[in-house]
DNA sequence: TTTGAAAAATTGATATATAAAGTAAATTTT
DNA sequence: AAAATTTACTTTATATATCAATTTTTCAAA
């Protein structure tokens, strides 16, 4: 049991300075996600779930499953059903049955899909690397490093 | 004009690791968010983007315009609308005239909401503190640091 | 001081998101 | 192998979110 005063003191600043981390994060994140999205919606008329989606399948053209689509963007299930069903009625994704498992799908970008990611993601690291201008290689190397700690917990 | 082709190299490589730390920044951030939910809504029955305004709130108790809550939390100006509704049916937060400007409103906690946010924002540091173990205090600076340094791009 | 532009909020339409329940298929247990 | 679990995904209900349009007020300029 820590009974120490200083120590006791020192661990609170510490969380403290955790939780400044944390609002600058989410403040950060979202400050991000809004350019993207005005990106997006001005340039392509798409949302930025659909592109976040459609860049998952375009980085893996074989496809991937649903659950393995929502694993990968920590997303709910449900969530991936809806964007994923948008993106098949606009024929950029397609759904197809899997023989090994009947109760999954595999989901693929499709040409069209390809061709329009194609330019979409080359314009998306554009864009992230304006809004990233003053992270150095050494810090981005330090926050890839912090954001993994935080989600190796629990 | 940049023509030198390793310097080129060096940029795209940059360019790619600050993606990377975007991609990594978004995954954090949603997985935090996630077991926060979790803990808001199993202990609380409430929700993050409540808590999220409530905490605001409880930070200032003078209280804010509806616009400044929005620009806080980095959230467009309608959806403050809706969760400050929400807040008020349940008598945590209360709008007032504002004599000054009478387009805005003041809101501000209620004093039920304080006592609700004086217990929650205490487990509230203990669920970050214990998210964000592994990261130092070294690294919670540097980490605010880089989010800074993103925010104030464009 | 009247006109015009900007600012503060709300509203309505649409798209996300999550949670919980439900369906169907695959696995594990007994 | 029949029953119980688990897994993969969808569906429904509800709560966010954004955007664009609208209302009301303020502010600035002619």
New interface residues.
């Given amino acids: 049991m820590n009974t120490d005063s200083q120590t006791e003191i020192t661990d609170d ?10 609002l ?9 996600e ?2 993207l999205r005005d990106e997006l919606r001005s340039g392509y008329d798409t949302t930025l779930p659909r592109f976040d989606v459609l860049a998952t399948l375009h980085a893996t053209p074989e496809g991937m499953k649903m659950s393995e689509l929502s694993t990968h ?3 709910s299930n449900g969530n991936v059903t809806g964007v994923v069903d948008r993106l098949v009625s606009e024929g950029l994704a397609e759904r197809t049955n899997m023989e090994s498992d009947r109760r999954a799908f595999l989901v693929r970008i499709t040409e069209k899909g390809r061709v329009l990611m194609d330019e979409m993601t080359a314009n ?3 864009w ?8 150095t ?1 050494t ?16």
């Fill in positions: 600043n510490l969380a403290r300075q955790r939780l400044r981390l944390w600058q994060m989410l403040k950060a994140t979202r400050h991000v809004g350019v963007l920590v997303v998306h690291l554009e992230i690397d304006k809004l990233f201008a003053d992270v290689e810090d981005a190397a330090r926050g890839i490093s912090i954001m993994l700690d935080i989600r190796r917990k629990s």
